[in-house]
């Protein structure tokens, strides 16, 4: 990879985050409801650490689709959600094949 390590590669995903996390408090969003975005970004950078690597892979798939759930459940009165904590369980248990489909379909075979 050259210059460009799996290390900084997780640390420019991570403060890149923490960066956007920032940008919406100056932006004036209640990060109230916009937490769950650091479990996407510590998903991302778990899929930094090892593209090839089916463990990070899934882990970080499972933690970005958990947090769009809890970004999705905590916003559901205004999306038309009426009981939004029964979506949440639901879709964070069916999120899990999901994820590890997906994972075993982007990474190599192991030998």
Do not use: C, K, Q
Not at 70 to 98: E, K, M, Q
């Amino acid at each position: 990879m050259g210059l460009a390590t799996r290390n900084w590669i997780i640390f420019a995903v991570l403060f890149g985050g923490v960066g956007v996390l920032l940008v919406l408090l100056g932006l004036g969003v209640d990060l109230g409801r916009w937490w769950p975005l650091f479990f996407v970004i510590v998903g991302l950078a778990s899929i930094a650490r090892g593209v090839r690597e089916r463990g990070n892979v899934v882990l970080g798939l499972m933690l970005m689709g958990w947090g769009a759930d809890a970004i999705v459940s905590l916003h559901g009165p205004d999306l038309g959600i009426d009981r939004a904590f029964w979506f949440f369980l639901g879709v964070a248990i069916l999120w899990v094949p999901v994820a590890w489909l997906l994972g075993r379909a982007f990474t190599p075979d192991n030998p």
